[in-house]
């Protein structure tokens, strides 16, 4: 009884935050730096009750340190979710220059895109 009131409490107050289909309450939500595979799921059983998309909910990383040690990226195949990356161009430890492909905002984000999305691939 204890655990099920804990959701409960849990899905108002995501509900608050996040909204649901009918009143939506922000685009999207971000997960902290250390959630795991049980926070993963239940993030995305917690969307689907909302009527909103699981792909609105970011498993955060902060690739500045310590997010690429989390031992939970194999749940990321598992989930439909989207993944938040955190961190400086210059020091995310994925790709060093974004500017390779030029240095417009597009050009920068597009580059560091594929590289993130080729590093993923890795795991």
């Known amino acids: ?6 959701i409960m ?3 108002i107050i995501i509900k608050k935050i ?6 939506i309450a922000s ?16 993030s995305v059983n917690t969307a689907n009750r909302l009527g909103r998309s699981s ?12 997010a690429l040690r989390n031992l939970h990226w194999s749940a990321l195949q598992n989930n439909d979710i ?21 240095t417009s905002d597009i050009a920068i984000q597009k580059t ?5 999305g080729a590093y993923l691939q890795r795991w």
Do not use: C, P
């Open 1 to 6: 009884m204890v655990i099920f009131t804990l």
């Open 9 to 11: 409490v849990w899905v």
């Open 18 to 23: 996040f909204g649901d289909k009918d009143n």
């Open 27 to 42: 685009d999207m939500l971000f997960a902290n730096y250390n959630w795991n595979t049980d926070d993963l799921s239940q």
């Open 55 to 66: 792909f609105d909910y970011y498993a955060g990383f902060d690739i500045q340190g310590r």
């Open 82 to 102: 989207s993944i938040g990356f955190w961190g400086a161009h210059s020091q995310s430890l994925i790709h060093q220059s974004a500017t390779d492909n030029g």
């Open 112 to 116: 560091y895109l594929e590289e993130a």
